[in-house]
């Protein structure tokens, strides 16, 4: 009885241990498994998710080389956040590091971050690093980590750390 509870046990602990994973991936791969789309990050050790309007896209009709992943939460008003990547001049899937006035244009921003932080990135400044795994364009899919700064009108900046995505149309 004791060699079974402990082997249970041990089992159980073993599993959790193999399911955390620094890069998100065990998250990303719960989310592909339920068919769940699935947007989240820590912003200044805090995590945020999106509940609502997450997109992924892959060279979408009329932009033949752009990965567009975003997401939102809260209510749909003037307080809902709003988390938008596009990343242009992409072959497919890769490792994409970006900068404020970057020769592609790629842009990264959070909106309505609160009521002073109204928008941080995109002409504020952002500096972010985008390992994208997956980019498909039928069946659409999109996968990616992430990381990087976010500058804000005041001058704060957001740190994102442990980003996690995953869309499939």
Known sequence: MYR???FLLFTALMAC???QNTNGSATVEAAKSSNTNFLSMKINGQLWEADHDIVGAFHPKGYDQLIIIGGSSGKKDKSEKSFTVNIYKTDGPGKYTFVQGNPA???AQMGNW???EYLCGSMMGFDVS???TKAT???TVVEATFSGTL???SGKKLIITE???YYED
């Open 130 to 132: 985008f390992d994208v």
């Open 17 to 19: 241990n193999s399911k």
């Open 151 to 153: 500058t804000c009108p």
């Open 4 to 6: 079974m509870t402990f």
């Open 105 to 107: 244009l790629s842009v």
């Open 114 to 116: 609160s009521e002073e």
């Open 137 to 139: 364009k039928n069946p």
């Open 163 to 165: 980003g996690k995505f």
